[in-house]
């Protein structure tokens, strides 16, 4: 799930959000004992310096988000109590962990400053500002 990428200029960006995208991790229980599910986001083919690559990007990352916390992939295990909750943590989890500014903004753009704070998220000067 971790692992070291050697990369630079715009593709260190690319790493660090494909490395963030594998963190998503959905909490659940396998015959008493602790599961995390994990699923990984490909960022191939989006350009993260354009608003369309990193809206996609968000896009991705949300349907990903989703998908760990609930059932369509996890058989055998038993469910999520909150999905939403667990979709809305990992997604913040992810959007957190990639430290993109572009990100952080599409993600204020649908969630309160309040959610994001008790999210861990930190408003960008720029969103600030505005």
């Given at each position: 799930?971790?692992?070291?990428?050697?990369?630079?200029?715009?593709?260190?960006?690319?790493?660090?959000?494909?490395i963030?995208?594998t963190l998503f991790?959905g909490n659940v229980?396998?015959d008493?004992?602790?599961?995390t599910v994990?699923?990984?986001?490909?960022?191939?083919?989006?350009?993260?310096e354009?608003?369309a690559?990193?809206?996609e990007?968000?896009s991705?990352?949300?349907?990903?988000?989703?998908?760990?916390?609930?059932?369509?992939?996890?058989?055998?295990?038993?469910?999520?109590?909150?999905?939403?909750?667990?979709?809305?943590?990992?997604?913040?989890?992810a959007?957190?962990s990639?430290?993109?500014?572009?990100?952080?903004?599409i993600?204020l753009?649908?969630?309160?400053?309040?959610?994001?704070?008790?999210?861990?998220?930190?408003?960008?000067?720029q969103?600030?500002?505005r």
């Open positions: 799930m971790y692992s070291n990428l050697t990369v630079s200029g715009v593709y260190s960006v690319l790493g660090t959000a494909v963030a995208c991790a229980l396998a008493g004992h602790p599961v994990a699923l990984k986001v490909s960022t191939r083919g989006l350009d993260l354009t608003s690559g990193a809206h990007l968000y991705r990352l949300k349907k990903a988000a989703w998908s760990v916390c609930n059932d369509t992939l996890r058989v055998g295990l038993e469910p999520t109590p909150d999905p939403n909750g667990c979709s809305e943590k990992a997604l913040a989890e959007i957190l990639a430290n993109m500014t572009r990100l952080t903004q993600y753009e649908t969630h309160t400053l309040r959610e994001a704070s008790a999210r861990g998220i930190g408003v960008p000067l969103v600030a500002a």
